[in-house]
């Protein structure tokens, strides 16, 4: 793995934005592997102002998004299609047909994954994912568990998820109990991986993810199997990596 620490935001966010470009300026079809959170907010800020600049177009690219919450409509001010088209894709050039994100108010979910991986073959493979990691460990919503499933399927969050991602809805218990997500083997079928993290309160799950054993109870160490993954870290997310 490559691993990258930075003092300053700016040069985390222009790091990653760089990553994705240099692709798209090479490759003007590739397909991008998606993530929400506020750790790759400054990746999109810095894509939507060199789109604007004219350094990048996204007009022939396609996304897959990582995951959505069950039960929020694609228009909720929550659900991660909301996230996506706020933060990325209404300041860029790509038509919103390209962009995938699973439905997670599909009234069939198990037809709603499967129609998900179906496109993933068809389209994919994804050159470039992008990854955050959530405190325990998690990639996607791929919760730690005695198992990891490897397809997009439905996953019921942990309470320390639901807690995380309280700051965004108005009551706590207004947080979704499931999300739909991408499986780990979707995700490691990428032919890049780019994991970002931001903030001390990731510094434990980085160094399990990268310096811990591989564990299906951290299911970002996974990541160590696969061969080409880029870690963009903040410096309180890279306190306790040496
Ligand atoms: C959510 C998403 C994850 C993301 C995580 C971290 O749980 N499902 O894909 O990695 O948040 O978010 P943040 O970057 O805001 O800490």
Known sequence: MNVLTFRNEDDFAQTGANLIASLLQSSPKAVLGLATGSSPLGVYGKLAEMHRKGMVSFAKATTFNLDEYVGLPADHPQSYRSF????????????????????????????????????????????????????????????????????????KLLPETREANARFFERPEDVPHQAV??????????????????????????????????????PASLLQSHPNVVVLLDEGAAKWIR
Request: charged share 20%; with cysteine.
């Open 84 to 155: 996506m088209n706020e933060h990325l894709f209404r300041h860029i050039d790509i038509g919103l047909s390209r962009t995938h994100v699973p439905r997670g108010d599909a009234a069939d979910l198990a037809a709603e994954c499967s129609a998900y991986d179906r496109m993933l073959e068809e389209e994919g493979p994804v050159d470039l994912q992008l990854l955050g990691i959530g405190s325990n460990g998690h990639i996607g919503f791929n919760e730690p568990d005695a198992s990891l499933t490897s397809g997009t399927h439905v996953v």
């Open 181 to 218: 997500t991408m499986g780990i083997g979707g995700i490691l079928k990428a032919r890049q991986i780019v994991l970002l993290v931001r903030g001390e309160a990731k510094a434990e799950a980085v160094k399990n993810a990268l310096q811990g054993p591989i564990t299906t109870q951290c």
